[in-house]
């Protein structure tokens, strides 16, 4: 009988998306009971958050000064004790999330099953490999708890909305180090969509060209509603901050419209947006990899191409 | 201080991959095998550290074959002081990897522990943080700054929501990221030089570290493959594409 235990990923007091991701990975292990924990230093409005998406048998709030960030030296030692019980847990395949879990894990002795795209049986999963250019099927050992991250653009959001799931306070009794001190959170603070959750994504290359170049890229992007990304080369070159990196290494989504603008398509870029609904290339070279996955493909000087579709859209 | 430094050998980053037909594994004979592009980031950072004089001996550590210490060889040609070569016929699993460094570390004291983030064959994402966590110290992954100084390191991390700085008391784990360094390239006579270097063996077996992987990889598979679409002529006919699709 598999009982399941969500890590809830939040910011600023509100629930991240990809907490909602995680749920439906935990829905198709088709268990008993999901059950989300919150751990922070003021949950309730997290928690409450939770409690309204479906599928969510309980919410574990867990109010600690210690949980006001999210140091995975500070929240393993908790986790793993609320683990007691669990026959899974599933966090997130962001950054939180991959910091956080394999030292649970480690704290359990037990394996981890990074970025889960889908749920074969209760401990079988399938998860990419090389940059997604292979898919293994993984078993994990049933006499364990399996501990596992999700790949966030594999799954949609479970609904939020109809759940009511009732918040327990857990009071954890763990020794927590203080080794590990939050200094800095570092903001990009833009009124743009969040790129990990966006419908549309607009992303600039190499071929871009310059950081003040750039402003092509948002000013379009800001038309039509979009998220702002960037290939890896991109970022390297100073063009744009290292949150909007998307591939193999930077973040992987699955938007509806993907646009990527004077990127090539490395194999890295790829396997970031290979979930993508649609996605459009523009780019000067006809050759470029890119075109390979594009359901959309025009070949120009973006700096010619992007005043156009802007005057095309109206 | 002493900084170990994993140091593993993968498929090179240029290598199509692709899935034996039977889906018992990727093709890996006569194919390229590079250090993975993370330690080498996480070896130029000990080297940069240890020229500052924050660190005194560079050590990297590889886990695998005999055939591992050519591999070796290369991050001793990068400027390493020593080798130590765990040798161990099979792969190992994360959770393996991280009791094997523990073990080298009560051996070895460092003062500081640098790994890649991830591998870019499992993309697994977890030995560094599974090392800190047994060994009960800080761990402050995917760097893309490190300072020392005071007996602390004071890393930015590249995280989802931008950058966020960490203090971590010394000894500690640190995963790199890619921006962090650029690796210097090895010259020919590093390559000499590094012939005299020495490389400890060590056997698997003899570590005490139990080898029981808990995962078993029961298939492997090539990606769904995106079909490729269409290309249009103009800006006119793609944002007439896209408005039928509903998607503007």
Not at chain 1, 30 to 53: F, H, N, T
Not at chain 1, 167 to 196: C, K, M, N, W, Y
Not at chain 2, 158 to 183: F, K, M, Q
Request: hydrophobic letters at 50%; one cysteine or more.
């Amino acid at each position: 009988m598999s009982k399941i235990l969500v890590i809830a990923e939040h910011l600023g007091g509100t629930l991240n998306s990809s907490t909602a991701r995680a749920v439906s990975a935990a829905i198709a292990v088709k268990g008993d009971a999901i059950d989300v924990l919150v751990l922070s230093d003021a949950p309730d409005a997290i928690a409450a958050e939770a409690a309204r998406i479906d599928g969510v048998s309980r919410v574990l709030a867990v109010a600690r000064a210690e949980n006001a960030h999210p140091l995975a030296a500070v929240l393993a030692p908790q986790i793993a004790k609320a683990a007691a019980g669990y026959s899974h847990v599933f966090a997130p395949s962001t950054t939180f999330g991959k910091d956080l879990a394999p030292r649970v894990a480690a704290l359990l002795g037990v394996a981890q099953v990074s970025d889960v795209m889908s749920v074969e049986a209760s401990h079988t999963f399938r998860r990419p490999i090389y940059a997604g250019n292979a898919i293994v099927t993984v078993e994990a050992d049933a006499a364990h708890t399996v501990v596992a991250t999700i790949r966030t653009a594999s799954w949609p959001a479970a609904g939020s909305g109809a759940g009511s799931a009732p918040v327990e306070a857990l009071v954890i009794d763990a020794a927590l180090p203080a080794h590990t001190r939050f200094v800095a959170l570092q903001q990009g603070g833009s009124d743009r969509p969040d790129l990990q959750s966006a419908s549309k994504v607009v992303s600039g290359g190499r071929g871009v060209g310059s950081k003040e170049n750039f402003d092509i890229v948002y000013k379009f992007a800001d038309k039509i509603g979009a998220a702002v990304g960037a290939s890896r080369a991109a970022v390297d070159a100073g063009y744009c901050p290292n949150e909007m990196q998307v591939g193999q290494t930077g973040k992987i989504i699955a938007p509806e419209l993907y646009m990527a603008i004077g990127i090539s398509g490395a194999i890295q870029h790829l396997t970031g947006i290979k979930d993508a609904g649609t996605i459009v290339a523009i780019n000067k070279d006809g050759e470029a990899p890119i075109f390979e996955v594009a359901d959309f493909g025009l070949v120009g000087d973006l700096f010619k191409i992007i005043p156009e579709l802007e005057a095309a859209l109206g | 201080m002493k900084i170990l430094v994993g140091y593993k050998r993968v498929v090179d980053y240029n290598v199509r991959i692709q899935v034996k037909p039977d889906g018992s594994g990727v093709v890996t004979d006569g194919v390229k095998l590079s250090a993975n592009p993370f330690d080498d980031i996480a070896l130029e950072e000990a080297l940069r550290l240890r020229e500052k004089g924050v660190a005194s001996e560079v050590v990297v550590v590889g886990i695998g074959p005999a055939d591992l210490t050519a591999h070796l060889r290369n991050g001793l040609a990068m400027g390493a002081n020593r080798a130590i070569h765990v040798v161990a016929a099979d792969a190992v699993q994360p959770l393996t990897a991280a009791r094997v460094f523990l073990k080298l570390i009560e051996k070895e004291q460092p003062g500081l522990v640098l790994l890649g983030k991830q591998a870019i064959d499992d993309d697994a994402n977890q030995t560094g943080q599974m090392l800190a966590a047994l060994w009960d110290r800080p761990q402050a992954t995917f760097a893309g700054k490190v300072e020392i100084a005071d007996g602390k390191a004071t890393v930015t991390r590249e995280v989802d929501a931008g950058l966020e700085v960490i203090e971590a008391e010394l000894p500690a784990v640190i995963t790199v990221d890619l921006r962090l360094n650029e690796p210097r390239f090895i010259k020919l006579p590093d390559i000499m030089k590094a012939k005299a270097k020495p490389i400890d063996s060590i056997d698997f077996g003899s570590l005490g570290v139990a080898a029981h992987d808990q995962l078993k990889t029961t298939h492997y598979a090539a990606p769904a493959k995106r079909s490729k679409g269409v290309m249009v002529k103009d800006a006119a006919e793609l944002v007439a594409a896209l408005k039928q699709k509903g998607l503007l």
